[in-house]
């Protein structure tokens, strides 16, 4: 009991000498659960319905018929079951996501995967999982950023659902160019077999959770899929951190012509 009160009275006193540090703009003093300022907590923007079954992107407005699909998923569904965002890739957060990503911000890490961990909560349970894939860069990024963000998210995941992650079955076996500002069918063909699978018996039968850190309009997550599942998985499901909206705008409820690139 009094060790207790002691500890306590040492946290308190420690925080009024090193008040706490929001991840995103070095503000001082932070909220749970995210450890983020008043400011930056209060303008996250959580992807949430109306959104795309499917894909999991933004539709204006919801068909008259109760079908909740974007035009281009019953075009061209893309392989995975379903892909779902937690936060719109904007403001704080984005700043966060490239002091991570190209900064090694490594304490941005905690407040990132604690997004991640709150979507996939919403969306789904452990035992919907056998294994998480995060998805790979290739070598040559690894070795000048250092660390690949999509794995450090995955690992934390893992450890607060208990699905286990396998960071070397799925590889990026072709350097490709940056995807912002290609087209969605450049996109495509930049992205065309660049990925691979290790060890096919990893992913044979098993249910697969893919997670990555930002997506734009999803290709990487339907190549990457298409991957696994060509290698024998019963299913891919896929979960991003930050959703970018500028990449090919909000779809359409699939009773309007699809509009976006
Ligand atoms: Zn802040
Ligand atoms: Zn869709």
């Known amino acids: 009991m009094i060790r207790a009160y002691i500890r306590e009275v040492r946290e308190s006193f420690s925080s009024l000498l090193f008040p706490p540090v929001c991840s995103f703009c070095d503000a001082l003093g932070t909220e749970e659960p995210f450890d983020l300022c008043r400011s930056c907590q209060c303008a996250l923007k959580w992807v949430s319905p109306p959104f795309c079954e499917h894909c999991g992107r933004p539709l204006v407005g919801l068909s008259s ?78 070795v000048q950023r250092g660390f690949n963000q999509a794995l450090l998210l995955a690992r934390k995941l893992s450890r607060v659902s208990g699905i286990p992650v396998a960071p070397r079955t799925l590889v990026k076996i072709r350097d490709t160019r940056p995807q912002v500002g290609l087209t969605l069918k450049e996109r495509k063909i930049n992205l065309s077999k660049s990925f691979g699978i290790a060890c096919a018996q990893d992913v044979r039968d098993r249910s697969i959770l893919l997670v990555d850190d930002v997506a734009t309009t999803g290709t990487t997550l339907a190549e990457a899929s298409k991957t696994i599942l060509d290698a024998g998985a019963q299913s891919v499901q896929a979960l991003a951190l930050a959703l970018r909206a500028d990449g090919a705008g909000s779809s359409q409820p699939s009773h309007v012509p699809e509009t976006s690139a």
């Open 65 to 142: 018929d109760g079908i909740n699909y974007c035009g281009r998923c019953l075009s061209a569904p893309p392989p995975y079951t379903r892909a779902r965002y937690a936060v719109f890739y904007e403001g704080g957060l984005r700043d966060g996501l490239l002091r991570f990503k190209y900064h090694a911000a490594l304490h941005v890490g905690g407040t990132l995967s604690a997004l991640l961990i709150e979507a996939f909560e919403k969306y789904w349970r452990p035992e919907d999982f056998h294994l998480i894939l995060p998805v790979p860069v290739h070598r040559k990024r690894l």
